[in-house]
């Protein structure tokens, strides 16, 4: 059973950063691509940033790109979200999903099979 823990949400001011945490429980985990993906109340949950399996490859919503960075632990089975320079539009439940090999980095919903609980986040002006 897949399981996928987020955790590191909170209240933040405009222009500050947090960092999002990710723990996932299979065992192949290094074969999964992974994303980050946030619904802001009464929205459409969209994707905000994509990882190859082993890290090299990344994708990011324009809303975020140069301000967002994920990453992977594959030693830790975990995935990050670095989020600087928030915006009161970066408010939003921020939910981790992975996508089973052979898999895709996209920024759709379809693919990712695997969904957290999610964490919330909220930036205040």
């Known amino acids: 059973q897949v399981q996928l823990v987020e955790s590191g949400g909170g209240s933040v001011q405009a222009g500050g950063s947090l960092r999002l945490s990710c723990a996932a429980s299979?065992?192949?985990?290094?074969?999964?691509?992974m994303a980050w993906f946030r619904q802001a109340p009464g929205k459409e949950r969209e994707g905000v940033a994509a990882i190859t399996p082993g890290g090299g490859g990344t994708v990011y919503a324009a809303s975020v790109k140069g301000r967002f960075t994920i990453s992977r632990d594959n030693t830790k089975n975990t995935l990050y979200l670095q989020m600087n320079s928030l915006k009161p539009e970066d408010t939003a439940m921020y939910y981790c999903a992975a996508d089973p090999p052979p898999c895709a980095v996209v920024l759709d919903r379809g693919p990712y099979e695997y969904w957290g609980q999610g964490t919330q986040v909220t930036v205040s002006s």
């Open positions: 299979m065992y192949t985990y290094s074969r999964y691509c």
